[in-house]
């Protein structure tokens, strides 16, 4: 499973719940929840709408896609 989706499952969000908080377009949403990139491949735009749905800073969000997919990959 994407790093990203696994994140927004483990905090209980969804990628609609991210839309509607940001205003980030839902296919820019659903290209990151699929990417085979992990993190390497998540935008500045992504991060911060996610923050912003959890009230997080995008500095926040980032460590702790870092962590998870550290996780992950083990």
């Not at 989706?5 to 949403?29: E, F, P």
């Not at 959890?54 to 926040?60: A, M």
Request: glycine share 8%; aromatic share 4%; net charge positive.
């Amino acid at each position: 499973m994407n790093v990203i989706q696994s994140y927004l499952d483990k905090n209980n969000i969804t990628r609609y719940q991210v839309y509607k908080a940001s205003g980030l377009s839902q296919m820019t949403l659903k290209h990151a929840t699929e990417s085979k990139k992990g993190i390497d491949g998540v935008s500045g735009k992504v991060l911060k709408a996610i923050a912003v749905t959890l009230g997080k800073t995008p500095g926040q969000v980032l460590d702790e896609l870092i962590a998870l997919e550290k996780l992950s990959i083990r």
